[in-house]
T-cell receptor, first 111, second 113 residues
Framework: DQQVKQNSPSLSVQEGRISILNCDYTNSMFDYFLWYKKYPAEGPTFLISISSIKDKNEDGRFTVFLNKSAKHLSLHIVPSQPGDSAVYFCAARSETYKYIFGTGTRLKVLA | DADVTQTPRNRITKTGKRIMLECSQTKGHDRMYWYRQDPGLGLRLIYYSFDVKDINKGEISDGYSVSRQAQAKFSLSLESAIPNQTALYFC????????????FGPGTRLTVL
């Protein structure tokens, strides 16, 4: 049973426009949420995080929004750049401090 | 030099063979993790270690064992490899007070025939 879901396997966006990646979760006890970016032949790299007590966290072009009532988080990238093309994983921290990852969304930013 | 290294980067083996994947880190982190990535399933936690004497099972530990030889080294073993263990394996590290920021190695692609 997938506790963290990324329902869009892929997304294409024009350079300069906004990319919105979505993630849904089922466990209301998750207390921390994160996004990782992964390029081919490399390990994932940490991008941004948000605590469950907040609803927004911003870091440069990247903003994560958390809607606890809907058990939904999203990553906004504005403006999107070709170098942002990668697979993005959302993850959530459980009450036992384990991290549960989603299945990933492949973002392609078109020049 | 990379902070988290994994050896080998690629390995092809046969069913029933014993395989060890090694992970080393120079970040000085206490926490280390092993994940596997399968198409359509994302990253799943196999084992994690909060320090040399603290090793814990993750979501999918059956068929795997680990050894934390030192703070910097964390090895994953497949005692008797089977084809459904074919996957991309990642090692990761983190600091206790920033555990959400995990630093991943480049991965080991394992194929079990």
């Amino acid at each position: 049973d997938q506790q963290v879901k990324q329902n869009s396997p892929s997304l294409s966006v024009q350079e300069g426009r906004i990319s919105i990646l979505n993630c849904d979760y089922t466990n209301s006890m998750f207390d921390y949420f994160l996004w990782y970016k992964k390029y081919p032949a490399e390990g994932p790299t940490f991008l941004i995080s948000i605590s469950s007590i907040k609803d927004k966290n911003e870091d440069g072009r990247f903003t994560v929004f958390l809607n606890k009532s809907a058990k939904h988080l999203s990553l906004h990238i504005v403006p999107s750049q070709p170098g942002d093309s990668a697979v993005y994983f959302c993850a959530a921290r459980s009450e036992t401090y384990k991290y549960i990852f989603g299945t990933g969304t492949r973002l392609k930013v078109l020049a | 030099d990379a902070d988290v290294t994994q050896t080998p980067r690629n390995r092809i083996t046969k069913t029933g063979k014993r395989i060890m994947l090694e992970c080393s880190q120079t970040k000085g982190h206490d926490r280390m993790y092993w994940y596997r990535q399968d198409p359509g399933l994302g990253l799943r936690l196999i084992y994690y270690s909060f320090d040399v004497k603290d090793i814990n099972k993750g979501e999918i530990s059956d068929g795997y064992s680990v050894s934390r030889q030192a703070q910097a080294k964390f090895s994953l073993s497949l005692e008797s490899a089977i084809p459904n263990q074919t996957a991309l394996y990642f090692c990761a590290t983190s600091e206790p007070d920033r555990a959400y920021e995990q630093f991943f190695g480049p991965g080991t692609r394992l194929t079990v025939l």
